[in-house]
């Protein structure tokens, strides 16, 4: 089966901006998060899917959007990009988040990753 | 809000030989899941090991285990038997019962020395 795959690979902005980023889950999985990883840090949470529907949310400005489409596919978007935005993008998948659900099904595939540069 | 701390930058290892990364979290919830993932530099972030908190015992996936004291909020990786293809950036990770979210300690780097 194939992985979380993530659009593009690389990707060079200038500040203000925009940059869609895209992940597709692996098959089955119903859910997908977006981490940034920041050189030298471990990732931070932006966002979780599931459904369509957001289900979390980390401590990111509203410059950071994203949405889930039926084929459970994902967009993060983000507007009037800074110098600071630079950094790996990550998408996660995982088949259904949330309490009561199996561990397995928690567990969190990433993909390969983004990586922004803004210049 | 949970914390999870990786107080080990860098660790270096030769090869053949045992290494213990360290990693110390905080949080209020009682039902939560605990995950080491590493990752190498092509970047891919994979998962190597996972704890559910409410398993008193350790888990173990072939040379990986870990070490889960819950009331210490510890939770300590052992790789034995350390090979070449082990040297990338491990991550101690922490998931709220919700699912929703894991919050991922700073890393360390971790060398393997022929």
């Known amino acids: ?119 | 809000a949970q914390t999870v701390t990786q107080s080990q930058p860098e660790m270096s290892v030769q090869e053949a030989e045992t290494v213990t990364l360290s990693c110390t979290y905080d949080t209020s919830e009682n039902n939560y899941y605990l995950f080491w993932y590493k990752q190498p530099p092509s970047r891919q972030m994979i998962l190597v090991i996972r704890q559910e908190a409410y398993k008193q015992q350790n888990a173990t996936e072939n040379r990986f285990s870990v070490n889960f004291q819950k009331a210490a909020k510890s939770f300590s990786l052992k790789i034995s038997d350390s090979q070449l293809g082990d040297t990338a950036m491990y991550f101690c990770a922490f998931m709220n019962n919700a699912g929703n979210m894991l919050t991922f300690g700073g890393g360390t780097r971790l060398m393997v020395k022929p």
Not at chain 1, 32 to 49: A, E, M, T
């Open chain 1, 1 to 119: 089966d194939a992985g979380v795959t993530q659009s593009p690979t690389h990707l060079i902005k200038t500040r203000g901006q925009h940059v869609t980023l895209r992940c597709s889950p692996i098959s089955g999985h119903k859910s997908v998060s977006w981490y940034q990883q920041v050189l030298g840090q471990g990732p931070q949470f932006i966002f979780q899917y599931y459904e369509k529907e957001e289900r979390g949310r980390g401590n990111f400005p509203d410059r950071f959007s994203a949405r889930q489409f039926p084929n459970y596919s994902s967009e993060l978007n983000v507007n009037a990009l800074l110098l600071g935005d630079s950094a790996l993008y990550l998408c996660a998948s995982s088949r259904i988040p949330g309490q009561g659900a199996q561990p397995s099904y928690n567990e969190q595939f990433f993909g390969p990753g983004t990586r922004l540069t803004v210049l």
